[in-house]
C-alpha cells in the first residue's frame, strides 16, 4: 500500500575538479546544457529558479541553494525539493572543491525514488565535471529523448551498448569506436560505464545514455554537443530513429 505521509530524503556528494571555483559556478548558474539541461536563473537572493524553485541563497561564486515547494512544479510523489552547491577554492584557484546536497520529501515509493535519484546523482555530477573539464563555456546545442516502450526493462541498456558496438570488458575510460545512426562511426573515450548508464565523450560531444528499466522507464538519451556547426533538432532525429531501429 503507498504510503502518502511523506518522508525526507537527503543525497550528498562531495569531490575535486580541476576547473576554477568561477567555472564551476558558471556551470550550475548559466551552463546546465551543458551536462544536465538548459535552465535559467534569476540572478539574486529570492529570485526564481527553474520549475517554480526560489533561490534560497544566491552567493556567486560559493554558495547556491535553490528549493520548490510548488506542488503543481513538483512530480505527484514528491511535496518537497531542494539543491544545495558549495564551491570552494583549492590550489590557489585552479581547482574546486564541490559539495552538493539533494534533498526533499518523497511521499510515495520512497525507496525507488531515492535509488533512482542517487544513481542519477552520481552520473549527472561526473557529467559536470567532464563539461568542466573538456568544454567549460563552449555553446552548446542540447537534445534529450526517451526510446521505444519496449526499452523499459533491465537488459535494455546492454541492447543499447551492444547496438553502440561497445565491446562488454571495455573498462570506463577506455577509447572505443562506436557504431551511431546513419552509418556514423564516433571515436570516443566511454568516460562513464556502470549498470545503468552509458557516457561518451568526443572532441565536440558528451553524449549519455540512461538505462531506466530498472525504474520501469525506457532508455534515454541526451546530446551535449559542442561543435560549430552542431544541430540539436538533426541530433535528435539521427538518435531517436537510433533507439526506435534498435528497440522497434
Known amino acids: 500500500m503507498a504510503d502518502n505521509s511523506g518522508k525526507e530524503f537527503e543525497i550528498p556528494r562531495e569531490f575535486e575538479v580541476g576547473a576554477s571555483p568561477e567555472q564551476v559556478w558558471e556551470a550550475v548558474t548559466n551552463g546546465t546544457g551543458g551536462w544536465l539541461w538548459p535552465m535559467e536563473y534569476e540572478p539574486k537572493e529570492g529570485g526564481a529558479g527553474p520549475f517554480h524553485s526560489v533561490l534560497t541563497t544566491w ?20 511535496t518537497l525539493n531542494q539543491l544545495d552547491y558549495t564551491i570552494e577554492a583549492r ?4 581547482r574546486a572543491w ?14 525507488e525514488y531515492y535509488d533512482g535519484a542517487d544513481k542519477h546523482t552520481d552520473f549527472y555530477l561526473h557529467t559536470l565535471r567532464e563539461y568542466v573539464t573538456h568544454f567549460a563555456g563552449r555553446p552548446v546545442a542540447f537534445a534529450t529523448f526517451d526510446g521505444p516502450g519496449a526499452s523499459a526493462n533491465r537488459e535494455a541498456l546492454g541492447v543499447a551498448g551492444r547496438a553502440l558496438g561497445l565491446p562488454d570488458d571495455a573498462a570506463q575510460g577506455a577509447r572505443v569506436r562506436v557504431q551511431g545512426p546513419d552509418g556514423r562511426t564516433l ?30 522507464a525506457p532508455v534515454g538519451i541526451s546530446v551535449h554537443d559542442f561543435a560549430a556547426d552542431a544541430d540539436a533538432g538533426e541530433n535528435e532525429r539521427a538518435w531517436s530513429g537510433w533507439l526506435a531501429s534498435v528497440f522497434g
Open 91 to 94: 590550489d590557489g584557484g585552479s
Open 59 to 78: 552567493d556567486p561564486p560559493h554558495r547556491l541553494t535553490v528549493r520548490s515547494e510548488d506542488p503543481a512544479a513538483l512530480p505527484p510523489f514528491q
Open 98 to 111: 564541490v559539495r552538493y546536497v539533494h534533498s526533499g520529501i518523497f511521499t510515495d515509493n520512497w525507496d
Open 187 to 216: 571515436d570516443a573515450v566511454l568516460d562513464y560505464r556502470d549498470a545503468y548508464f552509458i557516457g561518451l565523450r568526443t572532441d565536440d560531444a558528451l553524449y549519455r545514455f540512461f538505462g531506466r528499466g530498472p525504474w520501469g
